[in-house]
């Protein structure tokens, strides 16, 4: 039991803004009180946040494992973790090791984290690498908008029968939520294609359109009733002239609920990359007057990245353009994945639009409850820079002279220096906790009120927000101190969120010939064990 | 100055990535001793090793064949280093600034992604001198690396800019994926010379076997050697530049990648 004394605490789940009040603490919980003479924290003069909770990252999985293996130049420059009694060894880095990324999550206050893309075909792996990420707890979102058995349901109509795989596919996979990147595309890379108009059919189809895929998962997400709407990654990623796209993906959801993931890469006009501009304001105008949408932000910061994405036909193209390795992986009938290094150059005047168009959204999209911290890790920038982006959303100034530094070319094709918006600590602890958290459906997460995981950052006050959120003072993990100024203290495992929506057990009898007939693996290998997750908790579909 | 003398040479690789001037500059005897050293895997002290005579100076000698001592000058910035004796791999890895002379042998890796100073080898080199790491995109940024007797393979790759001048005879593949800076090559080169090479240039005093995508391009005697020759000779690498003794046949290529790097070979009139 712990009593965290005197904090200013900042709960806007629960409207506290700043309150000075003790948070207690019993078996992992928030709890009203505690006896007298317990474990007490001083927290006077002490900044109280939730842990923070990060919607969209790359950290577990083949993918992620290809990218290591194909970096070892990051690696070698990245922060080293040498082996003490209370950790284990490990590489930072943009790419870093399962251990790493438990460490530098936790050591800036984050407690919770979302794998963004896990084909079911490679989800035991994902599952083994985030049991081997310690401290945090941890979910996943499964690849769907490129599955051919899906996509061949959708061209017969049966959209009934599309519904029992998706949920089976889900629960298949262990995983939380469904993930669409590139609805079509991916599917068409594998005959060289793409899916880059939204109403034309998709390669190798009739009546399946991405506009289409984009609908209809969205749909059945909703009526399958899964916490986290479906987890959208646009066509025509990273094109000039793209917002257009997004718009028109915006709209085919016809007010199904929906998660725009990493914004910023779909939010550009121009037609080609000489007029590449911002197209912040068009996106966020729209985003503005639908609540049925929630965003991550996907910001860019200048420096070292590796991209890692299902795009693969984004990937081939990014490849060409910069002559650097390039990773490109078939995952049999369900998507793909390219991976690419790449570093974000402010003289570049592509890099300094998609570094304005980040800051953009984050500023130019009204309510915080419904756009949220990412930079894609590790495509847009590492997560552990998140700090940086803080600091540049709470001080117009330090931003104004980040806009100096840009080519004077740029300017005209962004809105960044026109904006003075500056978040305070209350929008800060939404977008980077509350608000991913309500996204999720995770209503112990996110908040300090009573009955909620008590994972929570405590931080010094310091005008430099960089600073300040790059080093807390305590981080604590279901109650117990995990992080002591910048040293892990207590290691501990995550668990993991699952869903196990509804489906007809029949399904499986429409699946196994497929798979025995398509699939180099059995149908019945297929399925990731329940049993092969450490601490699974199966969130209910309500 | 300080002086650390092995005391005898470790039965595995010894890492001292601490063996540097701005590392030392500051230390007193004590704490330069405490240093932590890695044999294999296991920490050490730097004492367990060497005898440590001196101490806050940027200037370090050390003593005995520190053949399988790894790391020597990794990073350093200012003050020099000498070896009286063998260093191992990784010497003067990313160096910045000041000087490394060796008066032995060196292992693979010296200099390797160096951007600035000098490291000056009495004795043979291994391979990848002044190269990118594996998985990086650039070599050698800066400085000069001088090799009096023979090198290794890949010598130079991905160097971007600087120099290294070699007496002896180097192996295959020198100047690999190269993108700048120049190579020159005493003692000629096995085969490969230039392969992939985008820009750059690799100077020969003796004749090469060239790949097939370098194409003849003349016979001169280019001006900027008299540059590259003024700052080499006071260095004991005198470049032939009369163009009463000797032209220069000048290569262009790769012509796979393509490239636009040049290999000038030494040609004394009537040969």
Redesign the interface.
Known sequence: MLRIKGGKVYDPAHGLNGVVQDICVADGKIVADVPPGCREIDAAGLFIFPGGVDIHTHVAGAALNFARA?????Q?QATKFFHTAKRRTGIGGPTPTTFATGYLYAGMGYTTVFEAAVPVLSAKHTHEELSDTPILDKGCCVLMANNEILLDLLQQGDVERAKHVVAWLIWAAKAYGVKAVNPGGVAAWKWGGNASAMSEPVSGYSQVTPLKIVSSLARIIDELKIPHPLHLHCNNLGAPGNYTTTLETMKALEGNRAHMAHLQFHAYGGDDWHTMRSESQAIADYFNAHPNLTCDAGAVLFGNAVTITADGPWQHLLYQLTG??WGNIDVENETGCGIVPYSYKGSNLVNAVQWAVGLELLLLIKDPWRIFLTTDHPNGACFWRYPEIIHMLMNAAFRRERVKKLPEKVLPRIVLPDLNREYSLYEIAIITSAGPARALGLKNKGQLGVGADADIAIYHENPDGEYMFRYPRYVLKGGEVVVEDGEIRHQMGGREFIVHPSYDPKIEDFLRPLFQQQYTMSFENYPVELERLEHPIIHPCE | MIKFTLKEIPTVPLETEQLTPDVLATLDHAAIRALPAFLGKRRHAIQDFFDVEGERSDQIEIHGDAGRVKWIGRAMTRGSVRVVGNAGMHLGSQMKGGEIHVTGNVSDWAGAEMAGGLIHIRGNAGGQIGA??????TGMRDGTILIEGTAGLEVGMRMKRGTIAIKGRVRDFVGLQMKGGTIVLGGGAEIRAGAWMTRGTIISLEPLKLLPTFLYACRYQPNVLRVIARYLEPLGFPLPVDSAVGMYQRYTGDSAVPGKGEILVWNPHGT
């Open positions: 194909m970096t070892p130049e990051n070698r650097r390795k | 990118a790491y594996r998985g990086g995109t």
